[in-house]
């Protein structure tokens, strides 16, 4: 029984996890769509799409492997279509019986690495109004995308102004000094003074370190939970 119960366990584990990283435990179903760190789809008890959030959506506009189908999501590759039926069919029983999560691994070209949906039926017993048509989530996980670094919670874990923290998330996504230069209408000269002012502040010589401090904070709830 144990053994049986493992997966689901893990399971569960992971997607609280996954909420909590996105300060989004505890949120109803419309909340849980105003998440901008996973994609979210809801479907209902016939595996018809009932609502997605904006990157579930960009996602299948893209259709590289996820489509709507008429409704319905679906994978490009039969093999992982398949296997995507057989979790919808545990998510989605008949009434009267208890639905079961599950996970798989979507593929998709070897230059942005594969999505993970993570699929889980919704207990008849939730108390949100929406939970009458909505009967399972799946959130769609980009292990190649990033989760966006708030730059409040940056500001306050850091002890940085709301510049010096805008300028900090900015050097952790990849831009350079010229680059932020000519993103906020600034010229280079300013941009290096913020930059040396933050290094001051943490104690440190390097952006390259500034960079992994910020990353750092790239899985932690936001900050307005």
Do not use: Y
Not at 35 to 42: M, Y
Not at 117 to 131: D, F, K, M, R, T
């Amino acid at each position: 029984m144990i053994e049986r119960l493992q997966p689901h366990v893990r399971h569960f584990v992971i997607v609280r996890q996954v909420l909590a990283e996105a300060g989004a435990l505890g949120a109803s179903l419309g909340e849980l769509l105003e998440s901008t760190r996973f994609g979210l789809i809801q479907l209902n008890r016939d595996g018809r799409i009932v609502e997605a959030n904006d990157r579930a959506r960009r996602l299948l506009r893209e259709g590289v492997r996820l489509v709507d189908q008429r409704g319905f999501l679906r994978v490009r590759v039969p093999t992982e279509n398949a296997e995507l039926s057989r979790l919808l069919d545990c998510a989605l029983p008949p009434f009267g019986t208890r639905g079961a999560a599950g996970s798989m691994i979507v593929g998709r070209s070897s230059s942005r690495g594969p999505l993970i949906l993570h699929i889980s039926p919704v207990g008849e017993q939730q108390p949100h109004c929406q939970a009458r048509r909505v009967a399972a989530l799946i959130l769609v996980l980009d292990p190649a995308t990033p989760a966006p670094i708030d730059p409040a919670l940056v500001a306050a874990a850091l002890g940085l102004t709301t510049t010096e923290s805008e300028l900090a998330v900015a050097l952790a996504a990849g831009q350079t000094v010229r680059d932020i230069a000519l993103s906020t209408g600034r010229t280079e000269q300013p941009v290096r003074w913020h930059m040396k002012r933050i290094l001051r502040k943490q104690g440190i010589s390097r952006q390259v370190d500034l960079v992994r401090r910020v990353l750092m904070l790239g899985g932690a709830p936001d900050s307005r939970s």
